[in-house]
């Protein structure tokens, strides 16, 4: 029997996230389970934790477990890309993917980080056009912001991180220019945004950057956003403290890019409320 494909069917939905041990601090399972009970969906979002010798044999099972779509985390969000049949422009562009729809038999793969971000500067009411950016990270979230500064005309996006091979990599793809780690320690760094695209936050997940973080000396910065969120201390949130410069942590652009990976999965517009409330409900 042929099933109507569209958001309101009546069979149960399943969709997941991969990612590796850290899928278990996601926020993602309560905000997804709360838009499919506000949107009346019938289905279920689960985490599953996948080695990294295994990434291929997952995406492959989406098909085979009849998975409607699927989030990509990190460290898998390039590795999926051979895994795939097809992708939206902007996927192509930033070369990693956090968003997977099932259509059939294919897998498309959507990137929502990006336009998230730009979600997230407009709110926040900072116009990057002209302005000066530092994007620390050198992953899929790091190609995503460095393609959206770009996008939105910032004057100049300097690009840092621990493996200066990827930083420019990122450089030469999508645009931006790689400066050494090491390297801020050698006096003022001037940047009017700075974005934290790492995968750590606090001084025990990263002790060598969080001491360069704390003793960097910024000059005209007037945002600093760390993508991370749910950590119970931020280097990076520290620093802005410090410096008197207005912070903005990982919350609102999980919303933005989990409310446009939502209407790619589901056909549905669900209000950022929604999602805001089952972050606070667990935080």
């Given at each position: 029997m042929k099933h109507h494909k569209s958001h309101r069917d009546l069979d149960t939905k399943v969709f997941?996230?991969?990612g590796d041990e850290r899928i278990f601090r996601s926020k993602s399972p309560d905000m997804f389970s709360a838009a499919l009970q506000s949107a009346g969906i019938k289905g279920a979002y689960v985490p599953l934790m996948v080695a990294p010798e295994n990434i291929g044999d997952a995406v492959r099972s989406i098909r085979t477990l009849n998975i409607a779509g699927a989030n990509v985390t990190v460290p898998y969000?390039?590795?999926?890309?051979?895994?795939?049949?097809?992708?939206?422009?902007?996927?192509?562009?930033?070369?990693?993917?956090?968003?997977?729809?099932?259509?059939?038999?294919?897998?498309?793969?959507?990137?929502?980080?990006?336009?998230?971000?730009?979600?997230?500067?407009?709110?926040?009411?900072?116009?990057?056009?002209?302005?000066?950016?530092?994007?620390?990270?050198?992953?899929?979230?790091?190609?995503?912001?460095?393609?959206?500064?770009?996008?939105?005309?910032?004057?100049?996006?300097?690009?840092?991180?621990?493996?200066?091979?990827?930083?420019?990599?990122?450089?030469?793809?999508?645009?931006?220019?790689?400066?050494?780690?090491?390297?801020?320690?050698?006096?003022?760094?001037?940047?009017?945004?700075v974005i934290n695209a790492t995968s750590v936050s606090s001084d025990d997940e990263a002790p060598d950057l969080a001491e360069l973080v704390k003793n960097l000396e910024l000059r005209d910065c007037e945002l600093l956003i760390d993508l991370n969120y749910g950590r119970a201390q931020s280097f990076w949130q520290d620093m802005a403290i410090s410096g008197d410069i207005p912070f903005i942590d990982g919350y609102p652009s999980l919303v933005n890019q989990a409310r446009r990976t939502f209407s790619l999965w589901t056909g549905a517009d669900v209000r950022a409320e929604v999602f805001l409330k089952a972050i606070s409900d667990t935080v």
């Open positions: 997941c996230i991969l969000k390039e590795k999926v890309i051979p895994y795939l049949d097809e992708f939206s422009e902007g996927a192509r562009i930033v070369g990693s993917i956090n968003t997977i729809v099932r259509d059939g038999d294919m897998l498309k793969g959507y990137n929502t980080n990006a336009i998230g971000f730009m979600d997230t500067l407009g709110q926040a009411g900072f116009d990057p056009a002209g302005k000066s950016a530092i994007v620390f990270g050198s992953g899929g979230v790091a190609r995503a912001v460095v393609f959206m500064l770009n996008w939105l005309r910032s004057a100049s996006v300097l690009i840092t991180g621990r493996n200066e091979e990827r930083v420019g990599h990122i450089a030469n793809c999508i645009g931006g220019e790689p400066k050494p780690l090491d390297s801020l320690a050698d006096g003022p760094v001037s940047a009017n945004i």
